[in-house]
T-cell receptor, first 113, second 113 residues
Framework: QQQVKQSPQSLIVQKGGISIINCAYE??????FPWYQQFPGKGPALLIA?????SEKKEGRFTISFNKSAKQFSLHIMDSQPGDSATYFC????????????FGTGTLLAVQP | DADVTQTPRNRITKTGKRIMLECSQT?????MYWYRQDPGLGLRLIYY???????NKGEISDGYSVSRQAQAKFSLSLESAIPNQTALYFC????????????FGPGTRLTVL
């Protein structure tokens, strides 16, 4: 059962445009929502994360928007650059002693020059 | 030097063979994880360990086993490899003091013929 649903599967954006990737979750116990970025031949790396006590978090050109009532969160990449071309994974985890991340299926982003 | 290393980086093996993937970390983290990545399925947790004496199954542990030889070393074994275990395998670590971020190794691409 897919607990974190991610869309789209792939995305092509022109340089300077806005890239938007969406995720939806089912488990209301989730309290941490990170986004990981993966370049070809590399492992995923944490990009930005949010907790449900805020509706938005911004770090440079990357913004997470969080809608607790809809159980949805999204990644916005402003002024997208070719160097942003990568696979992006959303994830979620719940409170407690464990740190098990439930990942979405990934979005392959291509930013065309 | 990389904080999380995986060996081998690539491996081709035959059905029925036993194979071990190794992970080492210099981050001093107590928590270690094994994931597999498949196209369209994202990252799925195989096993995780919170210390040398603690091993836990993830969502897809069947056909796999693990060993935590030391705080810095966590190996994944395929007892009798089968073709549908062909995938990209990642090791990750995290610190109990910050249960949020996981740090991934560069991955091992495994092909089972």
């Amino acid at each position: 059962q897919q607990q974190v649903k991610q869309s789209p599967q792939s995305l092509i954006v022109q340089k300077g445009g806005i890239s938007i990737i969406n995720c939806a979750y089912e488990n209301t116990a989730f309290d941490y929502f990170p986004w990981y970025q993966q370049f070809p031949g590399k492992g995923p790396a944490l990009l930005i994360a949010i907790r449900p006590d805020v509706s938005e978090k911004k770090e440079g050109r990357f913004t997470i928007s969080f809608n607790k009532s809809a159980k949805q969160f999204s990644l916005h990449i402003m002024d997208s650059q070719p160097g942003d071309s990568a696979t992006y994974f959303c994830a979620a985890s719940r409170g407690g002693a464990t740190n098990k991340l439930i990942f979405g299926t990934g979005t392959l982003l291509a930013v065309q020059p | 030097d990389a904080d999380v290393t995986q060996t081998p980086r690539n491996r081709i093996t035959k059905t029925g063979k036993r194979i071990m993937l190794e992970c080492s970390q210099t981050k001093g983290h107590d928590r270690m994880y094994w994931y597999r990545q498949d196209p369209g399925l994202g990252l799925r947790l195989i096993y995780y360990s919170f210390d040398v004496k603690d091993i836990n199954k993830g969502e897809i542990s069947d056909g796999y086993s693990v060993s935590r030889q030391a705080q810095a070393k966590f190996s994944l074994s395929l007892e009798s490899a089968i073709p549908n275990q062909t995938a990209l395998y990642f090791c990750a670590t995290s610190d109990y003091r910050d249960r949020s971020e996981q740090f991934f190794g560069p991955g091992t691409r495994l092909t089972v013929l």
